[in-house]
């Protein structure tokens, strides 16, 4: 059964437990992708472990059926990644946990949002930009094309 918005409301801190749970929410979320790239994507090809351990990775639902992964940068909150199940898209899962992102730049003080995608994820491109996202720059990592967006958010007058 996949959880509704309202019992996944409120993401949680992410446990060692939860590795094959978030490996495969990543793994099914990033699939639609696997024939547009000439590798896999990067999320689905990154352990884990270290960013949990850091504090860095949140979940959605029991069972998992979200995942964000935040990491403080100097002068803002970078989305590293945010999948959700394929048969919990649509529902505002994606949404929450971007929300969610927000409120923890906030309460950490920060005033943006970073976060990039590949450029051959158009989906993401036009959610992000829903979401009130810009692009800021283009290029080139480890041999993927990456888009890089941001988004100011309040956090009571601290600008970066």
Not at 93 to 109: I, T
Not at 135 to 143: A, Y
Request: hydrophobic share 40%; charged share 20%.
């Amino acid at each position: 059964m996949t959880a509704t918005p309202r019992q996944a409301a409120n993401p949680r801190q992410a446990t060692e437990a939860d590795i094959p749970a978030i490996s495969g929410v990543i793994t099914a979320a990033y699939a639609r992708y696997l024939s547009r790239m000439d590798r896999p994507p990067a999320p689905v090809l990154t352990d884990y472990r270290a960013a949990i351990a850091a504090g860095q990775v949140w979940v959605l639902g029991a069972p998992v059926i979200g995942v964000i992964v935040l990491l403080s940068e100097e002068d803002c909150l970078l989305v590293e990644n945010v999948a959700v199940s394929p048969a919990a898209q649509g529902t505002g899962h994606g949404r929450r946990l971007m929300e969610f992102a927000e409120q923890q730049a906030q309460s950490r003080g920060l005033s943006r949002l970073t976060l990039y995608t590949n450029e051959i994820m158009t989906e993401n491109l036009a959610i992000y930009s829903r979401l009130g996202y810009r692009e800021t720059t283009r290029r080139t990592e480890g041999g993927y094309r990456r888009v890089y967006m941001e988004k100011r958010v309040s956090d009571g007058g601290h600008r970066c």
